[in-house]
């Protein structure tokens, strides 16, 4: 819990700087004065005075904001700033102004995800490879509607996938939801429609889809039969009593239907052959040998300049993922219990730390970029609301009145503060015992 909060005050607080710095550092460069500089809103709890800006912390850890003299009413107002609001700057300085705080977390996380890259990522080996099918889990969505091993899906309903990671992302979102997978099979494509299941708390899509794998050992449970009839880390599994093995799942298809029945393993090590006898032991009625299912992975260690090249492409596809999700939202076809709070966050910036700085920068450039993104969304009280206004006041020709922008920003307070309220509940939902989630949810009493 500790490790949590300090990290997600970290990495928000750092964000937020960021954003807000952004403004600062363009209402610097346009010339136009600046009362505060708060990091959170509401009352100030601590800070200090310098060169006419009053540099604060502020109650609430939700943001944060810039005053500019000139740029019109924002979050301060709401907190309850009663200076009289002086003539507003011209349009174009408040569209910079407005612009440089999104901007300069998308160029953070454009940063972030570069420095990851130099200092080397793990990424699974096969997501970067053409989506052929592998196995398909029995009784699973996509085993009911007749994929195959050795499809290979090109498209989710009009969405082409050139890769592994771009359909798991596509399933991913699309818990519940029927989807069109797009089939290459024997020459012909296919139109295959199902419906991934909605698992976990976060309402996941799950497929049973899974991509080819080597019968590599990658790694043994402690005390399993498979350690001790001497399988060792690195072994390759040529064939299970005499029938071939040419990818990990056939393991799973030759294994698990005899529990405590000795088997004879064909196994390469080294150059040389091996046979070993092992048996299953039963677990729910399948045989079980204690070899988990690890999918290889490779380290992207670039050099700063591939780096820079690899942050670019990866925010890019990140920004497009994000846009399909939000329309997936507005569309009712993706759950909101697939989005973030402050709660999960600081579950996953804990996690992101324990395992080291590296995955911490990379959760770093990944909400970074969030946070830009959604800061131009065309929300009032948002960024983008305010440069939405300044758009139609420029096709106007003139501009609102405050009273009336004040109005529109009350109206984006009360939109912002319901998404807060329903993505609290949910983070709440997803941290809950299993009992009580279970009786929320219908799900029968503990």
């Known amino acids: 819990m500790l490790i949590s909060l ?15 710095g952004g403004h600062f550092l363009a209402a610097r460069l346009v010339h136009a004065p600046v009362d505060v500089f708060s990091v959170g809103i509401g009352k100030r709890l601590w800070g200090f005075k310098r060169g006419g800006t009053d540099y604060r912390i502020s109650l609430l850890p939700l943001g944060g ?71 398909v889990e029995p009784s699973s969505p996509a085993a009911k509607v007749g994929i195959r091993p050795g499809d290979r899906i090109v498209a989710v309903d009009s969405t082409r996938i050139p890769t592994w990671e771009d359909l798991e992302n596509m399933i991913l979102t699309s818990g519940g939801h029927q989807v069109t997978l797009h089939v290459l099979r024997n020459g012909r494509e296919l139109a295959i429609p199902m419906t991934p299941k909605r698992i976990t708390r976060y309402g996941f899509g799950y497929s049973g889809i899974l991509p080819p794998m080597a019968p590599l050992v990658q790694g043994l449970q402690p005390g399993s039969p498979a350690e001790r009839c001497g399988l060792k880390k690195g072994d390759k599994i040529l064939a299970v009593d005499g029938q071939p093995v040419k990818q990990f799942y056939d393991l799973i298809r030759l294994i ?46 670039l050099g700063p300049i591939r780096a820079f090249h690899a942050s670019i492409r990866e925010n890019v596809r990140m920004t497009i993922e994000t846009f399909r999700v939000i329309g997936r939202l507005l569309s009712r076809k993706a759950s909101l219990s697939q989005v973030s709070g402050p709660l999960d966050i600081a579950r996953i910036s804990g996690q992101a730390a324990r395992k ?91």
């Open 6 to 20: 300090l990290a997600f005050v970290f990495v928000l607080g750092v964000l937020v700087i960021l954003h807000e």
């Open 65 to 135: 904001y810039v005053r500019v003299v000139g740029l019109g009413p924002d979050e301060s107002d709401l907190a309850g700033a009663t200076d009289v609001e002086p003539e507003l700057l011209p349009r174009w300085k408040r569209t910079i102004i407005l612009l440089a705080g999104p901007v300069m977390n998308i160029l953070a996380a454009i940063v972030f995800l570069g420095v990851a890259f130099v200092l080397g990522v793990q990424v699974p080996a096969y997501q970067s490879q053409p989506a052929v099918v592998g196995w």
């Open 256 to 301: 698990s239907p005899h529990p405590g029945k000795t088997l004879t393993l064909t196994v390469a090590r080294g150059g040389s052959t091996l046979t070993l006898h092992v048996t299953p032991r039963n677990v729910g009625g399948e045989g079980k040998i204690g070899i988990p299912v690890i999918f290889p992975t490779r380290l992207e260690k």
């Open 356 to 446: 080291g700085i590296r995955s911490l920068i990379w959760l770093m450039g990944l909400i970074s970029l969030q946070l830009g993104i959604f800061n131009l969304l065309p929300i009032p009280l948002l960024d983008g609301g305010h440069l939405t206004i300044i758009a139609i006041e420029a096709a106007l020709r003139r501009d609102f009145s405050i009273k009336v922008k004040e109005r529109i920003m009350e109206v984006g307070f009360v939109l912002l503060m319901l998404l807060m309220v329903v993505v609290l509940y949910n983070d709440i939902l997803k941290i809950l015992p299993e009992s009580i989630y279970r009786m929320l949810h219908g799900g029968g009493t503990p």
